[in-house]
């Protein structure tokens, strides 16, 4: 198996078992299960060659149909790998969204390995929640985001159901999660 074969099966089976079998977002699983998400393995090994990527990806989704391609995980394994280079960038992204007339049809979710949110500390359960195998960039279309979170109940509540479901199963075991779906890969 090809390294990015590797690096998609991993990302995919994390998909499916983080994301979808616990429920983290409950949005994934008619995209995954329709085959409308697509996954790229990005060959950057700078924020330049990312942001062309980025720009390619968008291009992308945006010559798709939502019928055809309703999301893609930009995965970038060789850049970014620190999460507060990774966060600074996000920056950069967004700009990039603004400056190529992408703001307000597609925004962008972060995923790192080593997530870390703001007042929390490194090992917090609650950091799994956008932990994954890789660093990677979820492209998402604003318009699906809207219809999804208009047919959800509450879905102000999602964030706090899913810390609470962190720290039910803690971050040792998110983290044994995680690093068993790398070794299988």
């Given amino acids: 198996m090809s390294e ?3 690096i998609v099966e991993c990302t995919r089976n994390w998909v499916e078992e983080t994301v979808i079998g616990l429920n983290l977002c409950p949005f994934a699983r008619v995209p995954q299960q329709s085959g409308r998400v697509r996954y790229v393995v990005s060959e950057a090994r700078d924020v330049v060659e990312l942001i062309s990527d980025l720009l390619r990806e968008l291009v ?6 939502v019928e055809t391609l309703e999301t893609t995980l930009l995965i970038h ?10 966060n600074d960038f996000l920056y950069d992204a967004d700009e990039l969204l603004e400056r190529n007339e992408f703001s307000g049809e597609f925004q ?6 080593h997530y870390q949110f703001a007042d929390t500390h490194y090992d917090d359960a609650e950091n799994y929640t956008n932990r994954s195998p890789y660093p990677m960039l979820h492209l998402l279309r604003e318009d699906s985001i809207t219809k999804a979170l ?3 109940q509450d879905p102000q509540r999602i964030p706090e159901r899913n810390i609470r479901l962190m720290e039910k199963y803690g971050a040792a075991e998110m983290k044994k999660r995680l690093l068993r779906l790398m070794e299988e890969s």
Avoid: G, K
């Avoid at 992308?60 to 149909?65: C, I, K, M, P």
């Avoid at 394994?77 to 990774?86: A, G, K, R, T």
């Avoid at 962008?108 to 390995?113: D, G, R, Y």
């Fill in 150 to 152: 208009e047919s959800y």
């Fill in 60 to 65: 992308a989704l945006r010559e798709n149909s």
């Fill in 4 to 6: 990015h074969s590797r």
């Fill in 108 to 113: 962008i979710a972060s995923l790192h390995p």
């Fill in 77 to 86: 394994p060789w850049v970014l790998q620190d999460f507060h280079e990774y």
